[in-house]
């Protein structure tokens, strides 16, 4: 099993291109996250899906929008970069989001830099 | 609101030491989950133990021991005979039994052991 995966792994976009982050979990869970990690900040959640079809906001949701495309993939999307968005983005899932005992499990992560 | 700090920012110790990571915690909830991540130099970020707030009994996995104290909000992380490989930036993190409840990290400690 591979576990959590995400594509790109490393990514340059010029600021206010847009572009497409894929997360694709085979363990079968229900819930999933995207994550931002920056110096200092420890992990910040941007959206998360609780089960397939729900999409809900986390701490930093701004300038960016998601899709749960079936229960395996969940994607984040910049529509228009802005350097303020250079960071490192975590795709992470769980059994269940219902309770706080289910593990996060997290995928490789993508760094992105915009300029 | 829930809260995860880890004061230590950065600990150096040389190979075979032994090495505790400080994390004090937050929350109002009477059930709630801890959690330790590892993140080596490489990036991905690793799970390492969960633990419920009814479960006081200090774990131990190999050189790696856990340390939890309700009465003190604490949930320390001890490396014995530390190695080289133990290099790497720890997360504590910490959810509650609060419907859809979120993961909140600490800002993690960075862990340098040299040989």
């Known amino acids: 099993n591979a576990g959590v995966t995400q594509t790109p792994k490393f990514q340059v976009l010029k600021t206010g291109q847009s572009m497409t982050l894929q997360c694709a979990q085979d363990?079968?869970?229900?819930?999933m996250y995207w994550y931002r990690q920056d110096p200092g900040m420890g992990l910040r959640l941007i959206y998360y899906?609780?089960?397939?079809?729900?999409?809900d906001k986390g701490e930093v949701p701004n300038g960016y929008n998601v899709s749960r495309l079936n229960k395996r993939e969940f994607s984040l999307r910049l529509e228009s970069a802005a350097p303020s968005q250079t960071s490192v983005y975590f795709c992470?899932?769980?059994?269940?989001?219902?309770?706080?005992?289910?593990?996060?499990?997290f995928g490789p992560g993508t760094r992105l830099l915009v300029l | 609101a829930q809260k995860v700090t880890q004061a230590q920012t950065e600990i150096s110790v040389v190979e075979k030491e032994d090495v505790t990571l400080d994390c004090v915690y937050e929350?109002?909830?009477?059930?709630?989950?801890l959690f330790w991540y590892k993140q080596p130099p490489s990036g991905e970020l690793v799970f390492l133990i969960r633990?419920?707030?009814?479960?006081?009994q200090n774990e131990i996995s190999g050189r790696y021991s856990w340390n939890f104290q309700k009465s003190t909000s604490s949930f320390n992380f001890t490396i014995t005979a530390s190695q080289v490989v133990d290099s790497a930036v720890y997360f504590c993190?910490?959810?509650?039994?609060?419907?859809?409840?979120?993961?909140?990290f600490g800002k993690g400690t960075m862990l340098l052991v040299s040989p």
């Open positions: 992470a899932s769980s059994v269940t989001r219902t309770s706080g005992r289910e593990t996060q499990y």
């Open positions: 363990m079968n869970h229900n819930s």
């Open positions: 899906s609780a089960s397939e079809g729900t999409t």
């Open positions: 929350t109002r909830d009477t059930t709630y989950y």
């Open positions: 633990r419920n707030s009814f479960d006081e």
């Open positions: 993190a910490l959810t509650s039994n609060s419907g859809y409840s979120t993961l909140t």
